[in-house]
């Protein structure tokens, strides 16, 4: 089993500042995709951004300049930095990995984290 613990959310103003963090534990052979995906009250999940071990990036159209995403391989951990946060991007955030569990055959499964809010308000 492989675990994503999350943390980092919480309210802020607009204009305003938040990191999320997303540790992965558990027993799996390498990690091939971390992401960060969020659903606001009525809509579907939508992917934000997408960072794989060799540092390639990809954002959603409406984040792309203000989140960065980045990760620190040796401790399985990725980060989310939002800045100049928008009312819009109120939401629950998850985090959520790409692994390969096995090498003989190679078996590959995706986790989620449990979820954490980001409301801006003011």
């Known amino acids: 089993q492989v675990q994503l613990v999350e943390s980092g959310g919480g309210l802020v103003q607009p204009g305003g500042s938040l990191r999320l963090s997303c540790a992965a534990s558990?027993?799996?052979?390498?990690?091939?995709?971390m992401g960060w995906y969020r659903q606001a009250p009525g809509n579907e999940r939508e992917l934000v951004a997408t960072?794989?071990?060799?540092?390639?990036?990809n954002y959603a159209g409406s984040v792309k300049g203000r989140f960065s995403i980045s990760g620190d391989n040796a401790k399985n951990t990725f980060y989310l930095q939002m800045n100049s946060l928008k009312p819009e991007d109120t939401a629950v955030y998850y985090c959520s990995v790409n692994v390969q569990k096995t090498s003989f055959p190679a078996t590959y499964f995706r986790y989620w984290g449990q979820g954490t809010q980001v409301t801006v308000s003011s």
């Open positions: 960072l794989t071990p060799g540092g390639f990036t």
């Open positions: 558990g027993t799996f052979v390498r990690i091939n995709n």
